[in-house]
């Protein structure tokens, strides 16, 4: 079965701290994605990534980066965390798919407080 | 750019009853965009529902089904007879064909609340 997980699952970060959230999958995706999510808004695609020592911006990348050192892992990064960023991060695989239109398949999500 | 308008929620109904959560898009950058709905259950990922890559096509998963109407740019989710454990939040969306259809544009999320 399709598998995503993220951790932490919820985190309370200071504002001016680093904050890493990492994603596993054991799909073998080429394609990894970060969303967020904030109430009344859908997803918004942060950074993602074609495969390992890849990554792209996506709609909402400032502030953040990402890091995708293997075809396993995708990491978000937070350098300088600010308030703003409070948010739920979504990290999601999917595969090529050509005109098929991919599934992605979706971790859990992690709550991130920054105070 | 792209978008997608959903109903607002929450959505209550009565098990056994009907739903319908709207759909509209608008797909400014993407000629023939492949549409879909995620759902989200309490406590999980989200996942897919259904999804559909063909206007005029018909797409459908555990009862749900929905419609590419490329005139009028919906793709309403109906259901027949809701249960309980229909209970989850509901994400329309729409994304271009080719390698990077992972990049997706999302609703809001529609709330869907059902008593038995």
């Known amino acids: 079965e399709a598998a995503v997980t993220q951790s932490p699952r919820n985190k309370v970060a200071v504002t001016g701290g680093k904050v890493t959230l990492s994603c596993n999958q054991t799909?073998?995706?080429?394609?990894m994605y970060w969303y967020r999510q904030d109430t009344g808004h859908g997803l918004r695609l942060i950074h993602y990534?074609?495969?390992?020592?890849?990554?792209e911006k996506g709609d909402i990348p400032d502030g953040y980066k990402a890091s995708r050192p293997s075809q396993e892992n995708f990491s978000l990064i937070l350098e300088l965390a600010t308030p703003s960023q409070t948010s739920v991060y979504f990290c999601?695989?999917?595969?090529?798919?050509?005109?098929?239109?991919?599934?992605?398949?979706f971790g859990e999500g992690s709550r991130l407080i920054v105070v | 750019g792209d978008s997608v308008t959903q109903t607002e929620g929450p959505v209550t109904v009565s098990e056994s009853e009907s739903l319908i959560i709207n759909c509209t898009y608008s797909?400014?950058?993407?000629?023939?965009?492949?549409l879909f709905w995620y759902v989200r259950y309490p406590g999980e990922g989200l996942q897919l529902l259904l999804k559909?890559?063909?206007?005029?096509q018909k797409g459908s998963s555990r009862g749900f089904e929905a419609t590419y109407n490329k005139e009028t740019t919906s793709f309403h989710l109906q259901k027949a007879s809701v249960q309980e454990s229909d209970s989850a939040v509901y994400y329309c969306a729409l994304g271009p064909t080719g390698a990077n259809t992972g990049k997706l544009t999302f609703g809001h999320g529609t709330i869907l609340r059902v008593h038995p």
């Open positions: 797909a400014t950058s993407i000629a023939y965009p492949n």
């Open positions: 990534s074609y495969g390992a020592g890849s990554t």
């Open positions: 799909n073998n995706h080429n394609n």
């Open positions: 559909v890559i063909t206007a005029g």
């Open positions: 999601a695989s999917g595969d090529t798919g050509g005109n098929t239109g991919n599934t992605l398949y």
